[in-house]
């Protein structure tokens, strides 16, 4: 049994002009963000269309397939479901909440808001631009790229704290929709934190995953391990 999840970030928020750390500030979507994440919601439909093949079409089911599971019993887990999601949630934060009725809104769907997966806090740097805390923080920002891990933004969230409470919250998730597609709509950061729990990637290498707006990422759930078919996808490129 297999659960597909698409992971996916928010679009463009307002005011996006220069890069800025929102985190735990409650910003809205722009008109071009909303655009952002119609354009992954069609991306999704044309990927749920295909996940029959994708899925057991792979040498993976293979590798997953218990002992005495043939082909014919794997090929009657598929149904109308494949080509459709079941489920929806979302951060709390407002720009999270309208990508997520945007992607919800095909399947007739209402999204779930998960406090849990909420932007980790960036303390005293909320609001500011990249070029600003470079220049008021210098020595505090360049120890944050270079290990994220090992420190956090000036009166932030620490990073283990912020993944506790994301891969609880994904594992909720996962547990109670075995089996179906479902569909996550977060920020880079939480993001990250997911790619690299599921990867099994050491979480001081965040910022080696890219995260554009309305990014959309696909995870595998099999029995034995997840498998990450497509991270950083979509048409907004």
Not at 38 to 60: E, N, P, W
Not at 97 to 106: F, G, L, M, R, Y
Not at 113 to 127: A, D, Q, T, Y
Request: some cysteine; hydrophobic content about 40%.
């Amino acid at each position: 049994m297999v659960t597909t999840l698409y992971l996916v970030r928010h679009g463009e928020t307002e005011g996006s002009g220069l890069n800025r750390y929102h985190g735990s500030m409650d910003i809205g979507l722009s008109e071009k963000g909303s655009i952002q994440v119609r354009k992954a919601a069609a991306f999704i439909g044309v990927l749920l269309s295909q996940s029959t093949f994708s899925r057991y079409g792979s040498y993976l089911k293979d590798v997953h397939k218990t002992v005495g599971e043939s082909a014919e019993e794997i090929s009657l887990l598929t149904d109308e479901r494949d080509s459709k999601l079941s489920a929806v949630y979302c951060s709390d934060l407002g720009r999270a909440v309208k990508s997520a009725e945007i992607i919800a809104e095909p399947y007739g769907l209402r999204s779930t808001v998960v406090p849990n997966l909420r932007e980790r806090s960036f303390g005293v740097w909320e609001g500011m631009s990249f070029i600003e805390i470079r220049e008021k923080y210098p020595d505090e920002f360049a120890v944050w790229a270079e290990n994220p891990l090992k420190y956090s933004p000036v009166g932030g969230e620490n990073t283990l704290k912020v993944r506790d409470r994301v891969i609880g919250a994904l594992e909720e998730i996962v547990n109670r929709h075995r089996g179906e597609n479902i569909s996550i709509v977060a920020h880079g950061g939480v993001n990250r934190i997911i790619l690299c729990h599921v990867l099994g990637a050491p979480l001081e290498n965040i910022f080696r995953i890219e995260q554009d707006y309305a990014a959309v990422n696909v995870i595998e759930f099999w029995d034995k391990y997840p498998v990450v078919k497509l991270i950083n996808g979509g048409a907004n490129g």
